[in-house]
């Protein structure tokens, strides 16, 4: 059983490029959502889904887009990449949406911008 | 604005005895908190959950305090076990909201 599958572990990029971090998840999870980790500031919400074409900013959405044409698939996209993006990203699903929910997390893609 | 705060960055304690893992938050909407344990290179993990109506919930060796009128929660590990060296992060979130807020994480040590 996968769970939440993150593509790719590392990238690294130049200031000013694009690219897109894949999410996908197998348990038909309804509720997906994207999260940065940084050092002393936790886990912060990027964007988040409660369902194939719905999405809504989370806590720090700038520089970053998402969408969600299947139930299994969310995507993060960073437009034109800053160093102030350079993270660990982690995506999360869940089978509930609201709050209280129990998040099943990906291993986290590790990005640097330069 | 941090509404979800773990003041100890890191906490060491011998095996076999007990861990309290500490975390306060500001905002009075928060009524759901969980814990979550995230070993190195991967994805954190539920552990723990409780809701605003309880003060204490367990499973197992974890137990989770509640004190509303703190605003403050605490995760108990008894007894503590080198496996349980990780990184535990507390989240809370409001009963109709989305929005789960994190804290900056508190590395655990367990000595053997």
């Known amino acids: 059983n996968a769970g939440v599958t993150q593509t790719p572990k590392f990238q690294v990029l130049k200031t000013g490029q694009s690219m897109t971090l894949q999410c996908a998840q197998d348990?038909?999870?309804?509720?997906m959502s994207w999260y940065r980790q940084d050092p002393g500031m936790g886990l912060r919400l990027i964007h988040y889904s409660v369902g194939a074409g719905i999405t809504d900013q989370g806590e720090v959405p700038n520089g970053y887009n998402v969408s969600r044409s299947t139930t299994e698939d969310f995507p993060l996209r960073l437009l034109s990449a800053a160093p102030s993006q350079t993270s660990v990203y982690f995506c999360?699903?869940?089978?509930?949406?609201?709050?209280?929910?129990?998040?099943?997390f990906g291993s986290g893609t590790q990005l640097s911008v330069l | 604005d941090q509404q979800v705060k773990q003041n100890s960055p890191s906490l060491s304690v011998q095996e076999g005895r007990i861990s309290i893992l500490n975390c306060d938050y500001t905002?009075?909407?928060?009524?759901?908190f969980l814990w979550y344990k995230k070993y190195p290179a991967e994805g954190p993990t539920f552990l723990i959950s409780?809701?605003?109506?309880?003060d204490k919930n367990e499973d197992g060796r974890f137990t989770v305090f509640l004190n509303k009128s703190a605003k403050h929660l605490s995760l108990h590990i008894v007894p503590s076990q080198p496996g349980d060296s990780a990184v535990y992060f507390c989240a809370a979130s409001p009963y109709n909201n989305n929005d789960m807020r994190f804290g900056a994480g508190t590395r655990l040590t367990v000595k053997p």
């Open positions: 905002n009075s909407m928060f009524d759901y």
């Open positions: 348990m038909n999870h309804e509720y």
């Open positions: 409780i809701s605003s109506i309880k």
């Open positions: 999360a699903s869940s089978s509930r949406t609201g709050g209280g929910k129990k998040l099943f």
